[in-house]
């Protein structure tokens, strides 16, 4: 069969590509103005770039008072002026020639940069692909000096009238190098880029007078303040100012100081990450790493914390010189850094009440400095230091409970909350007729307690509950068996961690979802399933990172074999140590069959099978090579959350005091390890203020 032929010339995808050249390669001196382009395309990538470089210059001249003015997104005009040092008229030239500065002294001053500024390409790049013209008047001479620069043609200076200072205007950015400026965005976001390096100059120096307009339009004008949060407050507004944390640390060398947000104030990346060394804003991972870390439990998956830290050391620890527009730098002693990062942030959590709290309106004051929320008291109002003298002994307690000899055989209907009351209240039980026997991990309650009726306390306010209210019955001991299973379960706390009643003494389920409980300064809703897993997973980390190194497991009498995935398989048998710790002991049976021969006895509910999987897709989630560390964390998250009660599990009255008892047992309870938070507080006054109850002056009406 004849091919088919065309008259169509034949075509080579390839033609289009020039050909190499045959002969010998011709090296060449670039001229000037094509290396300060060529530098302008690594220093200069947008307009943002230029108002970056040019405010750092300013920050260096000693300013005091720095005003910016845009228009067309930075394109068309930027306009910067400062009351800085100034320059003479000879200092002109040199200073948009390529590597001239000021700021490098000595050639050993590279390896003590003090500047935000050292390389001495940013002007000299501006000026190359932009039309620039510089007056500048130095302190002492009696008139300014300008000059002109035209796409790297530099001009003779000539004299003009201007104040000491220095004003920089860029015009037509880009316009003889078109293919850059056709990669620009909109104005908009141009705009919107130029003012987050506006917000990153001015936070870092707010003893600065910062102006910031868009053509004739004023968009912020910061006057100077000794106080960072009124800084923070002027850009990011109250939301932010009211979350607020203190953060403070100093080990002589590495100083840190600034703000982290309440983990309520959160956000879907981490642009709201505002880190400053010695002035100058970076960006470092093995810091952003320490930030999640510290925020690890406190917040969602997917949600990144806010924040606004300085950090200050000495200048032969880092190295600047590692990046064109210096965001990045170089420490001698990383470790350090992200240790002293990392613990002072846990510290300072660790002391701080971060229960959320349900506001209606906005605060009178924003929550900065010595006003700042601390843990005083706790959530529940138990002063702290009333509780840390009985806490030891409340966990000693806890511990021997543990340690006391268990049941081999495992109930079916076992006890759902860790009932391990503290000292006191089992003391305040039996005296009221009662003798509790609960157990560590499992079986009944052995013997309810018997509940006294309770009268009030007329000195605090709390007026005695009358017969047919909500929790009568239950306080007067009736109809206990009733209250148990309904949406609302009223308990009387008498006694919670050995406070008197006027502290906290009412806790019921509601929806068989949350707890309502009140103090003296308001009330809280809890949820279940978070406090409670909360709990389990502090304990778990206890006895699996402590001590003892692992949980208690419950051997089968047979190993249950489990048929897994070949992925599945292999990723078992790698983590198979790492699941010991958390007592689930697995063996190769050959094939893709996994034998289980003991599980965590603090799931003694869930199917082993079922348990394995579910850890199993945590384990292959973690990708290639996990951290040992976190992957235990996550495991350890894992079985708390499979552990503890869920929402829709009815409580009795005394599972529900034991839950709330456990709270101030330790000091995370307000967040579960997935970041949920465990409890909502809404203050007296806020109820108030809801119900429209605060007359004149903030008295409460009738």
Not at 201 to 223: I, Y
Request: proline content about 7%; aromatic content about 4%; overall charge negative.
């Amino acid at each position: 069969m004849n091919a088919i032929t065309s008259n169509e010339p034949a075509t080579d995808s390839s033609a289009s590509v020039p050909a190499p050249p045959t002969g010998p390669r011709i090296i060449r001196q670039l001229p000037p103005q094509l290396v300060n382009q060529i530098a302008a395309g690594e220093v200069i990538e947008r307009p943002a770039s230029v108002v970056k470089e040019l405010l750092e210059n300013s920050i260096d001249a000693g300013a005091s008072r720095v005003e910016l003015t845009i228009a067309g997104g930075g394109v068309e005009m930027i306009r910067i002026s400062d009351d800085g040092c100034g320059m003479t008229a000879d200092q002109l030239p040199l200073a948009v020639t390529s590597h001239a500065t000021s700021k490098l002294p000595e050639d050993d001053s590279l390896f003590h940069v003090g500047t935000l500024g050292f390389r001495g390409e940013a002007l000299a790049s501006i000026a190359s692909v932009s039309q620039m013209t510089i007056r500048s008047r130095a302190e002492g001479t009696p008139s300014g000096s300008q000059i002109d620069i035209r796409g790297g043609v530099i001009e003779s200076p000539g004299p003009c009238g201007c104040p000491v200072g220095t004003t920089i205007e860029v015009r037509n950015l880009f316009f003889n190098t078109p293919v850059r400026r056709k990669f620009l965005k909109t104005p908009q976001t141009e705009r919107g880029h130029i003012v987050e390096a506006f917000t990153r100059l001015a936070l870092a120096n707010p003893k600065v007078h910062f102006v910031l307009r868009n053509g004739d339009k004023e968009m912020f004008d910061l006057l100077p303040t000794p106080r960072w949060a009124d800084r923070i407050e002027a850009f990011f507004g109250t939301e932010i100012s009211e979350s607020l944390i203190l953060i403070e640390s100093d080990d002589a060398q590495v100083k840190i100081f600034g703000f982290a947000c309440d983990p309520a104030v959160s956000r879907g990346n981490n642009r709201m990450q505002y880190l400053f060394l010695n002035g100058r804003h970076i960006r470092d991972r093995a810091l952003q790493h320490a930030l999640g870390e510290a925020y690890r439990g406190l917040l969602m998956v997917g949600r990144h914390p806010v924040c606004f830290l300085r950090m200050t050391m000495p200048p032969e620890m880092i190295d600047v010189n590692v990046h064109p527009a210096k965001l990045e730098v170089r420490f001698t002693d990383s470790g350090r850094v992200y240790s002293r990062l990392l613990q002072t942030l846990r510290q300072r959590f660790l002391s701080t009440d971060m229960t959320h709290r349900v506001s209606s309106a906005p605060a009178p004051e924003p929550v900065t400095g010595d006003a700042l929320r601390s843990r005083g008291e706790s959530v529940m109002g138990m002063p702290a230091r009333e509780v840390d003298g009985q806490r030891q002994a409340v966990i000693d307690w806890a511990r021997t409970g543990r340690d006391a000899p268990r049941d081999q055989s495992i109930s079916t209907t076992t006890h759902r909350i860790d009932s391990s009351l503290s000292p006191a209240t089992t003391a305040h039980t039996t005296a009221l007729g009662g003798a509790p026997e609960f157990r560590p991990f499992g079986g009944d309650v052995q013997h309810a307690p018997t509940r006294a009726p309770w009268d009030g306390d007329e000195s605090t306010g709390n007026a005695p509950i009358p017969p047919g209210s909500v929790g009568a019955q239950d306080r007067t001991g009736d109809n206990a068996e009733s209250a148990s299973g309904g949406d609302a379960q009223p308990s009387t706390m008498q006694s919670v961690g050995g406070v008197s009643p006027s502290v906290c003494y009412l806790g019921f389920q509601v929806h068989n979802r949350y707890l309502v409980t009140q103090d003296d300064k308001g009330m809280v809703v809890i949820d279940q399933h978070a406090l409670h897993e909360r709990v389990l997973y502090e304990r778990v980390c206890k006895k699996v990172l402590g001590e003892n190194g692992s949980l208690e497991a419950q051997r089968l009498l047979v190993p249950e074999p489990v048929s897994l995935t070949p992925a599945e398989r292999v990723a078992a048998l790698e983590v198979k140590e790492t699941l010991a710790r958390i007592g689930l002991e697995i063996e190769d049976f050959g094939g893709e069959t996994i034998l289980i021969q003991s599980y965590p006895a603090i799931m003694p509910n869930k199917d082993p099978a079922e348990m394995l999987r579910t850890i199993l897709e945590s384990v292959m989630g973690a990708g290639r090579d996990p951290n040992p560390y976190d992957l235990l964390n996550h495991l350890l998250s894992t079985v708390a959350c499979k552990a503890a009660v869920k929402a829709g599990d009815p409580l009795s009255p005394e599972e529900i005091v034991s839950l709330l008892e456990q709270k101030d047992l330790y000091q995370d309870t307000h967040h579960c390890p997935h970041g949920r938070p465990t409890a909502l507080f809404f203050s007296r006054d806020e109820l108030d203020r809801m119900f429209g109850r605060l007359g004149p002056r903030g008295r409460v009406t009738v």
